[in-house]
Structure formats: C-alpha cells, structure tokens
C-alpha cells in the first residue's frame, strides 16, 4: 500500500468508530492491526482471552483492543464489549480499497437477453450466458462464468475464474472466492454393458442469502431437484459438496470437508478439517465432526464426533486410551498365561 493509501486513525477515532471507551492517550496514531507478538509501534493490537495478558508487555503496539481494564498495561487501551466484533469493525477500517468500477470490461462478452442491475461490476475476461440475472451492486471478477438462467442476487462477489453454471441460484450478499464451480455435473455412474455411464444430472444448485465459499470448491448439481446450501453458512477452501446434498443455516464446513451424496446436514453443524461424510447420511442440527472423522450414518442433534467411521467422541477417546494400553495388556496377558501353564503343570505332576 502507497503512503497516500496508507489509511491512519488516532484511538480516539477508533473509539468513536466502535462504540468504545479509552485509557490513555487517545491522541495516539495507529496505522494497522496486528498480533501482539508481531505488532509495532504504529498498530493496535487484542487480547480476546486472559491467558494471553501476559503477553502484552512483550508487545510493541501502540495500542491494545480488551474487554476489561488491565491495571498494569502500559500501551493505550480500547476497552469495548466484544473483543471479537470490535476486531472485525477495526479490521475492516483497514482494510485496502481496491479499485472496483461499475460497469462491463470491454473484454468481458455478456449475452443480449442478460440483466444486469445498477453499480454492477463485470471484469475482465467474463462471461455471461442467455436469460442470467445479475442483481444490484453485484461484482463478477475476471475471467467468471455464468451459464445459461442462472439468477444471482444483490451485492454478491464472485472473485476471479469463478464458474457458476447453469440453471443455479445464488441468493443475496454471498461471497464465492476464486477458482471456486458451482452447478458441475455430480459423480453418479451406472455400470452398464461392462462400461460406466454417466447418469444425466438435470438438478441444479441453490445457495441462499449470506453464504461465503472460499477457493477451489466445488459444489455440484442435483440429479434431480437441487443441491441445497443454506443462508449463513460458512465454507473454507477445497471443500467438496456433492450432489443433492442439503446442507443447513449456518454451518461451518472447515477445509478439505467432503460431503457425499444426498447427505443432508442440519442447522449450526461445523465439519472440521478433512472431515467427511458417506452417501444419504443425515446429521442433526449442531452436530461437531472432529478433524478427519467420517460420518457413514446418520447422527443425532448436538453431539460431538470423532473417529473413522465416526462415533461420539468420548467412546472413541475411551477407545484410543485402551488403544494404548494395549503393549501393557499384552505383556500382562503374557505374564498370566505363563504362570497359567506353570499352574496346571503343578498339577500334572501332583496326579
């Protein structure tokens, strides 16, 4: 970032911003956030949890986000409510303002019959196909394609090479980051006279309001009916969702998370990293699926999952400690059968 970009805010500012209270010098510049082990004399920093206080007097930074007073902090403090929230609005007050221009790049090709609401922006490269509808402040980066009657709401982004195709609907204020396929043909084959056959997949996808996907997913199209993503939820890089999956309000689905087949996925269920899931399994509302553990049946409301095929995390944990105590049992077991045999040796030799 220039020096004429470099955006700078005094904690006073930065208070009045967020609704919050200072200690100290409010007077004083910062010009960035950063961590307390890697900020400067110019940044603000945070402490979201106590076990990182003591931290701070290593710290650099001119100024530090907290939910209560530190009596012997020596940097400025920006007390607030919720650490979390406030680090999210100060971030954002950071954040660069890149260069977005309503309008359709020249190089862009976009179909007579396409509808584009106002202030939107289509980049580079882009296509956009027959009978598309484009809402409101929408920004479609470079290189993006969007088939045939697909419908894309308000104040969506749609970052560089993103493909959505057709038939898809994407709902309001959604994020797709880039490189990312909406809408792809789902993997369903039949083995038929000694081939495998594609089985046509005539579905499509529905993404609802205030879904994010990060880079490189892929989200394929229903056989029949829709693959389902619900508003609010959140997904990271490199996750894959299968065909007619339906997946709910607000989940979370951490990277390289795959969800197989017509599985259907409750409200509030997070999928940790690598996690997955087998064909038609329905996981309850609120359900965790620790790192790696895979789901090959269905699962009730609020429980927490762990293992390959997964169970309920406190059995598997139970399992992997007698898992450990298994060299110790086998050398006691060794131990028991010698002196079983010398017993009944005893005895032989009695009769």
């Known amino acids: 970032m220039s020096e004429k970009e470099k955006k700078v805010f005094t904690v006073d500012e930065l208070a009045s911003r967020i609704g919050g209270a200072v200690i100290g010098d409010g007077k ?5 956030v950063n961590s307390l082990e890697q900020a400067g004399g110019a940044d603000i920093t945070f402490i979201s ?18 939910k209560e007073k530190l009596a012997d902090a020596k940097v400025v403090q920006l007390l607030v409510k919720n650490v979390d929230s406030s680090l ?8 660069p303002e890149l260069t977005v221009e309503a309008g359709v790049h020249r190089t862009a090709a976009v179909e007579e019959d396409v509808e584009i609401g106002a202030n939107v922006s289509i980049g580079a490269g882009a296509y956009v196909g027959h009978g598309v509808l484009v809402g409101d402040g929408c920004v479609l980066g470079a290189g993006c394609v969007v088939g045939e009657n697909t419908k894309i709401g308000m104040n969506c982004k749609l970052d560089a090479n993103v493909v959505v195709y057709h038939n898809c609907v994407i709902g309001n204020n959604c994020i797709i980051q880039a490189n990312s396929t909406i809408g792809a043909c789902g993997y369903g084959y039949s083995f038929i006279d000694g081939q495998h056959r594609l089985i046509p997949h005539n579905g499509g996808v529905i993404i609802e309001d205030c879904v994010e996907i990060g880079a490189n997913c892929c989200v394929d199209r229903a056989k029949f009916g829709n ?3 619900g508003a609010g939820t959140k997904i990271d890089d490199m996750v894959m969702i299968a065909h007619n999956v339906i997946i709910g309000r607000c989940c979370l689905l951490v990277g390289r998370s795959s969800i197989a087949g017509s599985t259907v996925l409750g409200d509030g269920v997070v999928m ?12 309850g509302d609120g359900v965790v699926v620790t790192t790696r553990a895979t789901a090959l049946r269905d699962f009730p409301a609020g429980v927490t999952i762990s ?5 309920n995390m406190q059995d598997h944990i139970r399992q992997l400690v007698y898992i450990q105590r298994l060299p110790k049992m086998a050398a006691q077991l060794k131990e028991l059968t010698k002196k079983v045999k010398e017993l009944e040796a005893s005895k032989d030799d009695k009769k």
């Open 28 to 32: 004083i510049e910062v010009c960035g």
């Open 49 to 66: 949890s106590g076990k990182h206080v003591n931290k701070l007097c290593e710290s650099g930074a001119a100024a530090v986000i907290v």
């Open 88 to 95: 999210i609005e100060v971030l954002n007050l950071f954040a």
């Open 227 to 229: 693959t389902t993503i």
């Open 272 to 283: 940790a990293g690598d996690a997955g899931t087998g064909d038609n399994c329905k996981i």
């Open 307 to 311: 293992g390959t095929p997964a169970r």
